[in-house]
Protein backbone atom coordinates (compact mmCIF):
# COMPACT_ATOMS: atom_id res chain seq x y z
CA UNK A 1 0.00 0.00 0.00
CA UNK A 2 1.23 2.90 -1.00
CA UNK A 3 1.24 5.58 1.52
CA UNK A 4 0.92 8.77 -0.43
CA UNK A 5 -2.67 7.11 -2.15
CA UNK A 6 -3.59 6.29 1.40
CA UNK A 7 -3.37 9.90 2.59
CA UNK A 8 -5.07 11.12 -0.26
CA UNK A 9 -7.95 8.18 -0.46
CA UNK A 10 -8.38 9.22 3.32
CA UNK A 11 -9.01 12.16 3.02
CA UNK A 12 -10.86 12.41 -0.27
CA UNK A 13 -13.48 10.13 1.83
CA UNK A 14 -13.46 12.64 4.94
CA UNK A 15 -14.44 15.17 2.96
CA UNK A 16 -16.95 13.38 0.90
CA UNK A 17 -18.60 12.38 4.31
CA UNK A 18 -18.53 15.79 5.62
CA UNK A 19 -20.55 16.69 2.38
CA UNK A 20 -23.05 13.94 2.96
CA UNK A 21 -23.74 14.69 6.31
CA UNK A 22 -25.10 18.14 6.21
CA UNK A 23 -28.46 16.57 5.70
CA UNK A 24 -29.76 13.72 7.42
CA UNK A 25 -28.43 10.53 6.46
CA UNK A 26 -28.93 6.38 6.65
CA UNK A 27 -26.22 3.89 6.07
CA UNK A 28 -26.74 0.33 5.61
CA UNK A 29 -25.16 -1.56 8.62
CA UNK A 30 -23.90 -4.74 8.96
CA UNK A 31 -21.26 -4.13 11.43
CA UNK A 32 -18.13 -5.54 9.47
CA UNK A 33 -14.91 -3.46 9.11
CA UNK A 34 -15.87 -1.37 5.60
CA UNK A 35 -19.91 -0.45 7.33
CA UNK A 36 -18.34 0.24 11.09
CA UNK A 37 -15.45 3.05 9.69
CA UNK A 38 -18.13 4.44 7.07
CA UNK A 39 -20.40 4.68 10.49
CA UNK A 40 -17.90 6.15 12.37
CA UNK A 41 -16.45 8.94 10.03
CA UNK A 42 -20.54 9.96 9.34
CA UNK A 43 -21.10 9.98 13.35
CA UNK A 44 -17.95 12.05 13.63
CA UNK A 45 -18.58 14.56 10.57
CA UNK A 46 -22.33 15.19 11.64
CA UNK A 47 -21.75 16.22 15.14
CA UNK A 48 -20.46 18.97 13.44
CA UNK A 49 -23.58 19.28 10.89
CA UNK A 50 -25.89 18.91 13.98
CA UNK A 51 -27.45 16.24 11.48
CA UNK A 52 -28.80 12.51 12.10
CA UNK A 53 -27.26 9.28 11.05
CA UNK A 54 -29.26 6.28 10.54
CA UNK A 55 -27.50 3.14 10.77
CA UNK A 56 -29.93 0.85 9.85
CA UNK A 57 -29.08 -3.12 9.68
CA UNK A 58 -31.34 -6.08 7.68
CA UNK A 59 -31.82 -8.62 10.02
CA UNK A 60 -31.86 -11.73 7.27
CA UNK A 61 -32.18 -15.05 6.52
CA UNK A 62 -28.72 -15.52 4.99
CA UNK A 63 -26.59 -13.75 7.08
CA UNK A 64 -25.27 -15.28 10.54
CA UNK A 65 -27.74 -14.52 13.13
CA UNK A 66 -25.44 -13.12 15.80
CA UNK A 67 -24.30 -10.41 13.09
CA UNK A 68 -27.33 -8.19 13.58
CA UNK A 69 -26.44 -8.09 17.50
CA UNK A 70 -23.24 -6.85 16.86
CA UNK A 71 -23.68 -4.34 14.50
CA UNK A 72 -26.51 -2.81 17.37
CA UNK A 73 -23.46 -2.71 20.09
CA UNK A 74 -21.42 -0.98 17.39
CA UNK A 75 -24.30 1.55 16.31
CA UNK A 76 -24.57 2.21 19.63
CA UNK A 77 -21.20 3.13 20.43
CA UNK A 78 -20.53 5.23 17.04
CA UNK A 79 -23.50 7.30 18.34
CA UNK A 80 -25.39 6.51 15.95
CA UNK A 81 -29.79 6.19 15.51
CA UNK A 82 -29.89 2.42 15.28
CA UNK A 83 -32.84 0.54 13.66
CA UNK A 84 -33.26 -2.84 12.82
CA UNK A 85 -35.49 -4.80 10.01
CA UNK A 86 -36.23 -8.18 9.92
CA UNK A 87 -36.01 -9.20 5.92
CA UNK A 88 -37.13 -12.61 4.32
CA UNK A 89 -35.28 -12.18 1.12
CA UNK A 90 -35.40 -16.28 1.20
CA UNK A 91 -39.16 -16.25 0.10
CA UNK A 92 -39.75 -12.31 -1.30
CA UNK A 93 -36.52 -12.11 -3.28
CA UNK A 94 -37.09 -14.55 -5.85
CA UNK A 95 -33.65 -16.47 -4.68
CA UNK A 96 -34.92 -20.00 -3.49
CA UNK A 97 -33.34 -21.57 -6.40
CA UNK A 98 -29.83 -19.91 -5.81
CA UNK A 99 -29.62 -18.37 -9.36
CA UNK A 100 -26.42 -16.69 -10.51
CA UNK A 101 -27.95 -13.66 -10.52
CA UNK A 102 -28.99 -14.51 -6.85
CA UNK A 103 -27.15 -11.24 -5.44
CA UNK A 104 -28.29 -8.96 -7.59
CA UNK A 105 -32.07 -9.90 -6.66
CA UNK A 106 -30.95 -9.79 -3.01
CA UNK A 107 -29.24 -6.57 -2.80
CA UNK A 108 -32.40 -5.21 -4.96
CA UNK A 109 -34.58 -6.33 -2.21
CA UNK A 110 -33.11 -5.16 0.55
CA UNK A 111 -32.19 -2.09 -0.53
CA UNK A 112 -35.70 -1.04 -1.72
CA UNK A 113 -37.34 -2.30 1.87
CA UNK A 114 -33.97 0.33 3.23
CA UNK A 115 -35.41 3.37 0.74
CA UNK A 116 -38.85 2.58 2.00
CA UNK A 117 -37.81 3.12 5.40
CA UNK A 118 -35.61 5.84 4.58
CA UNK A 119 -38.56 7.95 2.31
CA UNK A 120 -40.79 7.63 5.69
CA UNK A 121 -38.12 9.18 7.49
CA UNK A 122 -37.21 12.12 5.00
CA UNK A 123 -33.68 11.24 4.29
CA UNK A 124 -32.56 11.02 0.71
CA UNK A 125 -29.54 9.89 0.98
CA UNK A 126 -28.31 6.53 1.81
CA UNK A 127 -24.94 4.71 1.87
CA UNK A 128 -22.99 1.50 1.73
CA UNK A 129 -19.88 0.64 2.53
CA UNK A 130 -19.11 -1.25 -1.12
CA UNK A 131 -15.05 -0.29 -1.40
CA UNK A 132 -12.49 0.02 -4.33
CA UNK A 133 -12.18 -3.95 -4.53
CA UNK A 134 -15.24 -5.04 -4.86
CA UNK A 135 -15.88 -3.32 -7.83
CA UNK A 136 -13.04 -5.07 -9.22
CA UNK A 137 -14.61 -8.41 -8.69
CA UNK A 138 -17.56 -10.60 -9.46
CA UNK A 139 -20.34 -8.25 -7.46
CA UNK A 140 -23.80 -8.05 -9.47
CA UNK A 141 -25.29 -6.70 -6.36
CA UNK A 142 -23.87 -3.38 -7.50
CA UNK A 143 -25.46 -3.07 -10.42
CA UNK A 144 -29.00 -2.93 -7.99
CA UNK A 145 -27.28 -0.34 -5.90
CA UNK A 146 -26.75 2.03 -8.64
CA UNK A 147 -30.44 1.28 -9.90
CA UNK A 148 -31.36 2.72 -6.86
CA UNK A 149 -28.87 5.53 -6.32
CA UNK A 150 -27.26 4.24 -3.48
CA UNK A 151 -24.42 6.19 -2.35
CA UNK A 152 -20.76 4.37 -2.03
CA UNK A 153 -18.43 7.00 -0.25
CA UNK A 154 -15.40 4.37 0.49
CA UNK A 155 -15.63 3.20 -3.65
CA UNK A 156 -15.88 6.46 -4.79
CA UNK A 157 -12.61 8.15 -2.57
CA UNK A 158 -10.83 4.89 -4.05
CA UNK A 159 -10.21 3.36 -0.84
CA UNK A 160 -8.94 -0.42 -0.70
CA UNK A 161 -10.22 -3.00 1.67
CA UNK A 162 -6.35 -2.75 2.84
CA UNK A 163 -6.96 0.75 3.51
CA UNK A 164 -9.96 0.23 4.90
CA UNK A 165 -8.55 -1.78 7.50
CA UNK A 166 -5.51 0.33 8.20
CA UNK A 167 -7.25 3.75 9.28
CA UNK A 168 -9.57 1.54 10.91
CA UNK A 169 -7.07 0.77 13.37
CA UNK A 170 -6.18 3.71 13.75
CA UNK A 171 -9.57 5.32 14.86
CA UNK A 172 -8.98 1.64 17.20
CA UNK A 173 -12.26 -0.33 15.97
CA UNK A 174 -12.18 -3.52 17.18
CA UNK A 175 -13.37 -4.92 13.98
CA UNK A 176 -10.84 -3.47 12.21
CA UNK A 177 -9.06 -7.11 11.51
CA UNK A 178 -12.64 -8.71 11.83
CA UNK A 179 -12.63 -11.42 8.83
CA UNK A 180 -15.67 -10.86 6.31
CA UNK A 181 -19.06 -12.37 6.35
CA UNK A 182 -20.34 -12.83 3.56
CA UNK A 183 -24.12 -14.29 3.05
CA UNK A 184 -24.74 -18.11 4.03
CA UNK A 185 -26.07 -18.65 -0.06
CA UNK A 186 -22.44 -17.95 -0.87
CA UNK A 187 -21.79 -21.42 0.36
CA UNK A 188 -23.67 -23.51 -2.14
CA UNK A 189 -23.54 -24.00 -6.10
CA UNK A 190 -25.69 -22.29 -7.88
CA UNK A 191 -28.75 -23.76 -8.99
CA UNK A 192 -28.96 -25.12 -5.21
CA UNK A 193 -32.44 -25.32 -3.46
CA UNK A 194 -31.81 -23.53 -0.10
CA UNK A 195 -33.47 -23.55 2.70
CA UNK A 196 -33.80 -22.67 6.51
CA UNK A 197 -32.11 -25.36 7.28
CA UNK A 198 -29.45 -25.31 5.05
CA UNK A 199 -28.81 -21.92 5.87
CA UNK A 200 -28.60 -22.85 9.70
CA UNK A 201 -26.55 -26.05 9.13
CA UNK A 202 -23.65 -23.85 7.56
CA UNK A 203 -23.57 -21.36 9.82
CA UNK A 204 -23.48 -24.11 12.74
CA UNK A 205 -20.55 -25.88 11.37
CA UNK A 206 -18.71 -22.75 10.67
CA UNK A 207 -18.72 -21.30 14.20
CA UNK A 208 -17.61 -24.95 14.78
CA UNK A 209 -14.47 -24.59 12.93
CA UNK A 210 -13.88 -20.80 13.92
CA UNK A 211 -13.57 -22.05 17.56
CA UNK A 212 -10.10 -23.69 16.55
CA UNK A 213 -9.31 -20.06 15.75
CA UNK A 214 -9.26 -20.28 12.15
CA UNK A 215 -9.01 -16.61 10.31
CA UNK A 216 -11.08 -17.09 7.31
CA UNK A 217 -13.39 -20.71 6.84
CA UNK A 218 -15.97 -21.28 4.93
CA UNK A 219 -17.98 -24.30 4.76
CA UNK A 220 -18.96 -25.25 1.11
CA UNK A 221 -21.77 -27.82 0.42
CA UNK A 222 -22.18 -29.99 -2.61
CA UNK A 223 -25.38 -31.83 -1.69
CA UNK A 224 -23.85 -34.22 1.15
CA UNK A 225 -20.63 -33.35 1.28
CA UNK A 226 -19.38 -30.60 3.31
CA UNK A 227 -15.80 -28.78 1.32
CA UNK A 228 -14.17 -26.79 3.87
CA UNK A 229 -12.01 -24.29 2.91
CA UNK A 230 -9.25 -22.23 5.39
CA UNK A 231 -6.14 -20.83 4.61
CA UNK A 232 -3.39 -23.13 3.94
CA UNK A 233 -1.46 -22.22 6.94
CA UNK A 234 -4.19 -23.58 9.23
CA UNK A 235 -4.44 -26.93 7.62
CA UNK A 236 -1.75 -28.17 10.08
CA UNK A 237 -4.07 -27.48 13.04
CA UNK A 238 -7.22 -28.18 11.28
CA UNK A 239 -6.06 -31.84 10.90
CA UNK A 240 -4.73 -32.06 13.98
CA UNK A 241 -8.74 -31.72 15.19
CA UNK A 242 -9.82 -34.21 11.89
CA UNK A 243 -11.49 -36.61 14.46
CA UNK A 244 -13.43 -33.43 16.08
CA UNK A 245 -14.38 -31.78 13.34
CA UNK A 246 -15.66 -35.02 11.32
CA UNK A 247 -17.76 -35.90 14.00
CA UNK A 248 -19.38 -32.52 14.49
CA UNK A 249 -20.07 -32.20 11.23
CA UNK A 250 -21.40 -35.32 10.43
CA UNK A 251 -23.59 -34.49 13.40
CA UNK A 252 -24.69 -31.27 11.69
CA UNK A 253 -26.00 -33.71 8.78
CA UNK A 254 -23.56 -33.81 6.48
CA UNK A 255 -21.86 -37.35 5.19
CA UNK A 256 -18.67 -36.72 3.99
CA UNK A 257 -16.16 -34.09 5.16
CA UNK A 258 -13.39 -33.22 3.06
CA UNK A 259 -10.72 -30.44 3.20
CA UNK A 260 -10.33 -28.22 0.57
CA UNK A 261 -6.53 -28.15 -0.77
CA UNK A 262 -6.49 -25.08 -2.76
CA UNK A 263 -7.55 -23.13 0.00
CA UNK A 264 -9.27 -20.22 1.31
CA UNK A 265 -10.88 -18.13 -2.12
CA UNK A 266 -13.02 -15.92 -1.49
CA UNK A 267 -16.07 -16.40 -4.15
CA UNK A 268 -14.99 -19.99 -4.87
CA UNK A 269 -18.59 -20.78 -5.69
CA UNK A 270 -18.13 -17.85 -8.82
CA UNK A 271 -15.80 -19.65 -10.55
CA UNK A 272 -17.53 -19.48 -13.80
CA UNK A 273 -18.58 -15.82 -13.50
CA UNK A 274 -15.03 -15.40 -12.79
CA UNK A 275 -13.80 -17.10 -15.97
CA UNK A 276 -11.39 -19.76 -13.91
Known amino acids: MELECYKEHTKKLRHHVEQLTKEDIMLAFSGGVD ?49 IMEIDELNSAGILENPKDRCYRCKKYIFSSIKREADMLGIKTI ?32 MTKEEIRKMAEEYGLSVATKPSTPCLATRFPYGTQLTYEKMRQVEKGEEFLKSFGFYNVRLRVHDDIARIETDKEDFEQLLKHKEEIVKELKKIGYDYITLDLEGFRSGSMDKEEKGI
Open 127 to 158: MDGTNEDDLHVYRPGIRALRELSIISPLAESG
Open 35 to 83: STLLLYLSCEAAKKSGKKVYAMTAKTTLHPMKEAKEAEKIANRAGAIFK
